[in-house]
Protein backbone atom coordinates (compact mmCIF):
# COMPACT_ATOMS: atom_id res chain seq x y z
CA UNK A 1 0.00 0.00 0.00
CA UNK A 2 1.72 3.57 -1.28
CA UNK A 3 1.58 6.35 1.73
CA UNK A 4 0.84 9.54 0.90
CA UNK A 5 3.91 10.73 2.70
CA UNK A 6 7.48 9.50 2.31
CA UNK A 7 10.28 10.66 4.62
CA UNK A 8 13.33 9.48 2.79
CA UNK A 9 16.92 8.30 3.95
CA UNK A 10 17.58 6.93 0.23
CA UNK A 11 17.38 9.74 -2.65
CA UNK A 12 14.66 8.28 -4.99
CA UNK A 13 11.27 8.26 -4.99
CA UNK A 14 7.94 6.93 -6.92
CA UNK A 15 4.56 8.91 -7.14
CA UNK A 16 1.85 6.57 -7.86
CA UNK A 17 -1.80 7.50 -9.48
CA UNK A 18 -4.37 6.14 -7.35
CA UNK A 19 -6.53 6.96 -10.29
CA UNK A 20 -4.61 5.41 -13.45
CA UNK A 21 -3.51 2.61 -10.39
CA UNK A 22 0.12 2.89 -11.68
CA UNK A 23 3.21 5.11 -11.12
CA UNK A 24 3.71 8.19 -13.08
CA UNK A 25 7.69 8.02 -12.88
CA UNK A 26 10.30 8.65 -10.10
CA UNK A 27 12.00 11.55 -8.62
CA UNK A 28 15.18 11.44 -6.47
CA UNK A 29 15.11 14.02 -3.62
CA UNK A 30 18.20 15.26 -1.77
CA UNK A 31 18.51 14.07 1.41
CA UNK A 32 15.67 16.13 4.18
CA UNK A 33 13.55 16.21 1.53
CA UNK A 34 10.10 14.26 1.40
CA UNK A 35 7.27 14.11 -1.28
CA UNK A 36 3.74 14.37 0.03
CA UNK A 37 1.15 14.27 -2.41
CA UNK A 38 -2.30 12.39 -3.30
CA UNK A 39 -2.90 12.61 -7.19
CA UNK A 40 -6.13 10.07 -8.67
CA UNK A 41 -6.47 10.93 -12.12
CA UNK A 42 -10.07 10.73 -13.57
CA UNK A 43 -10.51 7.94 -16.67
CA UNK A 44 -14.10 7.92 -16.80
CA UNK A 45 -15.42 11.45 -16.72
CA UNK A 46 -13.69 13.83 -19.69
CA UNK A 47 -15.02 16.92 -18.15
CA UNK A 48 -12.47 17.25 -15.53
CA UNK A 49 -8.97 16.05 -15.36
CA UNK A 50 -8.39 14.49 -11.54
CA UNK A 51 -10.54 13.28 -8.62
CA UNK A 52 -7.83 15.34 -6.40
CA UNK A 53 -4.84 16.47 -6.89
CA UNK A 54 -1.74 16.96 -4.57
CA UNK A 55 2.00 16.96 -5.31
CA UNK A 56 4.31 18.88 -3.14
CA UNK A 57 8.11 18.61 -2.58
CA UNK A 58 9.00 19.39 1.33
CA UNK A 59 12.62 20.20 2.30
CA UNK A 60 13.70 20.31 5.84
CA UNK A 61 13.39 24.22 6.93
CA UNK A 62 9.51 23.79 5.44
CA UNK A 63 10.43 24.52 2.11
CA UNK A 64 8.07 24.07 -0.63
CA UNK A 65 7.53 23.51 -4.08
CA UNK A 66 3.83 22.33 -4.98
CA UNK A 67 2.58 21.42 -8.16
CA UNK A 68 -0.53 22.93 -9.55
CA UNK A 69 -2.66 20.44 -11.50
CA UNK A 70 -3.92 21.40 -15.28
CA UNK A 71 -6.57 24.27 -14.39
CA UNK A 72 -9.00 25.60 -17.60
CA UNK A 73 -8.81 29.41 -17.22
CA UNK A 74 -11.52 29.92 -20.30
CA UNK A 75 -11.28 33.44 -21.70
CA UNK A 76 -11.14 35.00 -18.20
CA UNK A 77 -7.79 33.38 -17.44
CA UNK A 78 -6.95 37.17 -15.79
CA UNK A 79 -9.46 36.48 -13.29
CA UNK A 80 -8.84 32.57 -13.00
CA UNK A 81 -5.24 32.78 -12.35
CA UNK A 82 -4.88 34.53 -9.25
CA UNK A 83 -7.82 33.09 -7.53
CA UNK A 84 -6.05 29.70 -8.46
CA UNK A 85 -2.89 30.89 -6.58
CA UNK A 86 -4.59 31.97 -3.74
CA UNK A 87 -6.67 29.37 -3.45
CA UNK A 88 -3.24 26.83 -3.64
CA UNK A 89 -1.16 29.23 -1.10
CA UNK A 90 -4.15 29.12 1.58
CA UNK A 91 -2.79 25.79 3.12
CA UNK A 92 0.56 27.07 2.89
CA UNK A 93 0.61 29.93 5.21
CA UNK A 94 -0.72 32.96 5.40
CA UNK A 95 0.60 34.73 1.96
CA UNK A 96 0.33 37.59 -0.76
CA UNK A 97 0.95 37.72 -4.34
CA UNK A 98 2.99 39.97 -6.20
CA UNK A 99 2.15 41.94 -9.92
CA UNK A 100 2.61 39.20 -12.75
CA UNK A 101 5.05 39.13 -15.15
CA UNK A 102 7.32 37.47 -17.97
CA UNK A 103 8.80 34.48 -15.92
CA UNK A 104 12.76 35.05 -15.83
CA UNK A 105 12.82 31.51 -14.29
CA UNK A 106 10.78 29.20 -16.01
CA UNK A 107 13.17 27.82 -18.61
CA UNK A 108 15.33 27.40 -15.65
CA UNK A 109 13.17 25.55 -14.10
CA UNK A 110 12.02 23.58 -17.55
CA UNK A 111 14.82 23.79 -20.14
CA UNK A 112 12.69 22.20 -22.39
CA UNK A 113 10.38 25.17 -22.80
CA UNK A 114 12.68 27.06 -24.33
CA UNK A 115 11.67 27.73 -27.85
CA UNK A 116 8.22 26.79 -27.31
CA UNK A 117 6.19 29.57 -28.72
CA UNK A 118 3.00 27.99 -28.08
CA UNK A 119 3.45 28.38 -24.21
CA UNK A 120 3.48 31.50 -22.15
CA UNK A 121 5.77 32.29 -18.74
CA UNK A 122 4.44 34.52 -16.28
CA UNK A 123 5.60 34.52 -12.31
CA UNK A 124 4.56 36.57 -9.74
CA UNK A 125 6.33 37.03 -6.10
CA UNK A 126 4.76 35.94 -2.90
CA UNK A 127 5.26 37.02 0.62
CA UNK A 128 3.54 35.66 3.66
CA UNK A 129 4.40 33.68 7.17
CA UNK A 130 4.82 30.04 7.38
CA UNK A 131 4.35 28.47 10.66
CA UNK A 132 5.03 31.99 12.21
CA UNK A 133 8.15 32.51 9.94
CA UNK A 134 8.97 35.02 7.20
CA UNK A 135 8.50 33.74 3.72
CA UNK A 136 9.23 34.62 0.13
CA UNK A 137 8.44 32.57 -3.30
CA UNK A 138 7.58 32.49 -6.40
CA UNK A 139 4.49 31.32 -8.85
CA UNK A 140 5.35 30.56 -12.04
CA UNK A 141 2.27 29.53 -14.11
CA UNK A 142 3.23 28.03 -17.79
CA UNK A 143 -0.64 29.38 -19.81
CA UNK A 144 -1.14 27.62 -23.50
CA UNK A 145 -3.74 29.41 -25.48
CA UNK A 146 -5.74 27.39 -27.85
CA UNK A 147 -8.38 29.22 -29.76
CA UNK A 148 -10.51 31.27 -27.42
CA UNK A 149 -9.75 29.07 -24.27
CA UNK A 150 -6.55 29.31 -22.01
CA UNK A 151 -5.18 26.74 -19.84
CA UNK A 152 -2.18 26.69 -17.36
CA UNK A 153 -0.44 24.33 -15.21
CA UNK A 154 1.88 26.03 -12.18
CA UNK A 155 4.75 25.88 -9.58
CA UNK A 156 4.45 27.40 -5.92
CA UNK A 157 7.85 27.47 -4.84
CA UNK A 158 8.10 28.95 -1.36
CA UNK A 159 11.48 29.29 1.32
CA UNK A 160 12.61 30.88 4.32
CA UNK A 161 13.68 34.56 3.58
CA UNK A 162 16.98 34.82 1.68
CA UNK A 163 16.77 31.10 1.18
CA UNK A 164 14.86 31.40 -2.29
CA UNK A 165 17.34 31.09 -4.50
CA UNK A 166 18.90 28.09 -3.38
CA UNK A 167 15.21 26.58 -2.89
CA UNK A 168 14.83 27.40 -6.91
CA UNK A 169 18.17 25.54 -7.40
CA UNK A 170 16.68 22.42 -5.57
CA UNK A 171 13.39 22.21 -7.40
CA UNK A 172 15.48 22.31 -10.56
CA UNK A 173 17.47 19.55 -9.44
CA UNK A 174 14.17 17.95 -8.42
CA UNK A 175 12.36 17.90 -11.78
CA UNK A 176 15.35 17.31 -13.87
CA UNK A 177 15.63 13.86 -11.91
CA UNK A 178 12.18 12.88 -13.14
CA UNK A 179 11.74 9.51 -15.09
CA UNK A 180 8.89 9.10 -16.74
CA UNK A 181 6.78 6.06 -16.86
CA UNK A 182 6.23 5.80 -20.44
CA UNK A 183 2.88 4.13 -20.21
CA UNK A 184 1.59 6.93 -17.42
CA UNK A 185 2.55 8.85 -19.99
CA UNK A 186 0.73 7.88 -23.10
CA UNK A 187 -2.32 7.74 -20.89
CA UNK A 188 -1.97 11.21 -19.74
CA UNK A 189 -1.77 12.57 -23.65
CA UNK A 190 -4.45 10.65 -24.60
CA UNK A 191 -6.69 11.94 -21.76
CA UNK A 192 -5.59 15.31 -21.98
CA UNK A 193 -6.59 15.42 -25.52
CA UNK A 194 -9.68 14.11 -24.81
CA UNK A 195 -10.13 16.75 -21.73
CA UNK A 196 -8.91 19.51 -24.16
CA UNK A 197 -11.35 18.54 -26.85
CA UNK A 198 -14.31 18.47 -24.68
CA UNK A 199 -13.26 21.74 -23.07
CA UNK A 200 -12.83 23.44 -26.25
CA UNK A 201 -16.37 21.88 -27.00
CA UNK A 202 -17.81 23.35 -23.94
CA UNK A 203 -16.56 26.28 -24.62
CA UNK A 204 -17.66 26.65 -28.62
CA UNK A 205 -21.18 25.75 -27.03
CA UNK A 206 -21.09 28.73 -24.60
CA UNK A 207 -20.13 30.80 -27.30
CA UNK A 208 -22.94 29.69 -29.42
CA UNK A 209 -25.44 29.88 -26.55
CA UNK A 210 -24.11 33.62 -25.94
CA UNK A 211 -24.29 34.36 -29.51
CA UNK A 212 -27.98 32.89 -29.79
CA UNK A 213 -28.95 35.37 -26.65
CA UNK A 214 -27.04 38.47 -28.61
CA UNK A 215 -29.21 38.13 -31.51
CA UNK A 216 -32.69 37.30 -29.59
CA UNK A 217 -31.83 40.64 -28.24
CA UNK A 218 -31.05 42.41 -31.19
CA UNK A 219 -34.37 40.57 -32.83
CA UNK A 220 -36.53 41.90 -29.40
CA UNK A 221 -35.12 44.99 -29.74
CA UNK A 222 -35.31 45.55 -33.24
CA UNK A 223 -38.90 44.29 -33.02
CA UNK A 224 -39.61 47.05 -30.47
CA UNK A 225 -38.14 49.80 -32.40
CA UNK A 226 -40.66 48.76 -35.24
CA UNK A 227 -43.56 48.86 -33.34
CA UNK A 228 -42.67 51.83 -31.25
CA UNK A 229 -42.36 53.54 -35.06
CA UNK A 230 -45.99 52.24 -36.00
CA UNK A 231 -47.29 53.47 -32.96
CA UNK A 232 -45.84 56.44 -33.73
CA UNK A 233 -47.24 57.07 -37.12
CA UNK A 234 -50.34 56.16 -35.73
CA UNK A 235 -50.37 58.43 -33.32
CA UNK A 236 -49.43 61.14 -36.19
CA UNK A 237 -52.67 60.13 -38.08
CA UNK A 238 -52.63 57.34 -39.72
CA UNK A 239 -49.15 57.30 -41.56
CA UNK A 240 -48.66 53.75 -40.10
CA UNK A 241 -49.76 50.72 -40.47
CA UNK A 242 -53.75 50.39 -39.70
CA UNK A 243 -53.94 53.80 -39.49
CA UNK A 244 -57.13 56.27 -40.80
CA UNK A 245 -57.61 60.50 -41.16
CA UNK A 246 -60.58 61.75 -41.03
CA UNK A 247 -60.37 65.47 -42.16
CA UNK A 248 -58.58 67.14 -39.33
CA UNK A 249 -59.31 64.82 -36.90
CA UNK A 250 -56.01 62.67 -36.60
CA UNK A 251 -55.38 59.40 -34.62
CA UNK A 252 -53.66 61.18 -32.02
CA UNK A 253 -56.99 63.23 -31.61
CA UNK A 254 -58.72 59.66 -31.12
CA UNK A 255 -56.07 58.73 -28.98
CA UNK A 256 -56.58 61.56 -26.65
CA UNK A 257 -60.76 61.17 -27.09
CA UNK A 258 -60.36 57.76 -25.73
CA UNK A 259 -58.00 58.90 -22.96
CA UNK A 260 -59.84 62.08 -21.63
CA UNK A 261 -63.47 59.72 -22.67
CA UNK A 262 -64.70 62.57 -25.00
CA UNK A 263 -66.03 63.03 -28.05
CA UNK A 264 -65.04 64.99 -30.88
CA UNK A 265 -67.05 67.04 -33.30
CA UNK A 266 -67.04 69.31 -35.98
CA UNK A 267 -68.78 72.42 -34.48
CA UNK A 268 -70.18 74.71 -37.64
CA UNK A 269 -71.52 76.91 -35.09
CA UNK A 270 -68.31 77.68 -33.56
CA UNK A 271 -65.99 76.79 -37.09
CA UNK A 272 -63.65 74.45 -35.39
CA UNK A 273 -63.53 71.26 -33.67
CA UNK A 274 -64.59 70.57 -29.94
CA UNK A 275 -64.24 67.85 -27.87
CA UNK A 276 -67.21 67.32 -25.34
CA UNK A 277 -67.13 65.30 -22.25
CA UNK A 278 -68.61 61.45 -22.48
CA UNK A 279 -68.53 58.50 -24.87
CA UNK A 280 -72.33 57.32 -25.99
CA UNK A 281 -73.85 55.45 -29.19
CA UNK A 282 -76.04 58.34 -30.22
CA UNK A 283 -75.77 62.16 -30.75
CA UNK A 284 -77.80 64.99 -31.14
CA UNK A 285 -76.73 68.86 -31.41
CA UNK A 286 -78.85 72.37 -31.23
CA UNK A 287 -76.51 73.88 -33.77
CA UNK A 288 -74.80 75.91 -31.34
CA UNK A 289 -72.44 74.47 -30.01
CA UNK A 290 -74.26 72.10 -27.75
CA UNK A 291 -74.50 68.83 -27.97
CA UNK A 292 -76.53 65.50 -26.05
CA UNK A 293 -75.14 61.90 -25.98
CA UNK A 294 -77.46 58.81 -25.03
CA UNK A 295 -77.13 55.43 -25.73
CA UNK A 296 -80.71 54.79 -26.02
CA UNK A 297 -81.89 54.34 -29.83
CA UNK A 298 -85.42 55.62 -29.06
CA UNK A 299 -84.55 58.56 -27.20
CA UNK A 300 -86.85 61.19 -29.00
CA UNK A 301 -84.82 64.49 -29.52
CA UNK A 302 -87.83 66.55 -29.35
CA UNK A 303 -87.99 66.14 -25.22
CA UNK A 304 -85.36 68.22 -25.25
CA UNK A 305 -85.88 72.15 -25.78
CA UNK A 306 -84.74 73.54 -29.11
CA UNK A 307 -84.51 71.73 -32.11
CA UNK A 308 -82.01 68.85 -31.97
CA UNK A 309 -80.69 66.77 -34.57
CA UNK A 310 -78.63 63.65 -34.68
CA UNK A 311 -75.07 64.35 -35.44
CA UNK A 312 -71.98 61.31 -36.19
CA UNK A 313 -68.76 62.43 -33.69
CA UNK A 314 -65.70 62.00 -35.86
CA UNK A 315 -64.67 58.83 -34.31
Given amino acids: MMLSSFIFSQRKVSIYDEGA ?7 TLPAGWQADYK ?11 FHYYKFD ?16 GGASIQQ ?16 QTGNWQPSQYATYLFPQLSGNSGIQAIECPVSGYRSGQAFEGLCIALVSNVGNSSSFTAVIILAPQHRLQQTVQTARQIFSSKQENPQYTRLLQQKRQRYVSQSQQMMNQRQQQF ?15 RNNASFNAYLRG ?12 SNNDKFNDYLKETTSFDDGYYGHQISVQGVYDHWYTD ?4 YYGTNDPSFDPASL ?3 WKKVTPLN
Avoid: C, W
Fill in 80 to 95: VLPATMQQQLSPLGQF
Fill in 39 to 49: IATDLQNFSQF
Fill in 305 to 307: NGY
Fill in 21 to 27: KMNTGTY
Fill in 238 to 249: GQGSGGTSNGNY
Fill in 57 to 72: FVGPKKEVVRNVAPVE
Fill in 211 to 225: DQFQQNMRDLSDARS
Fill in 287 to 290: GYGH
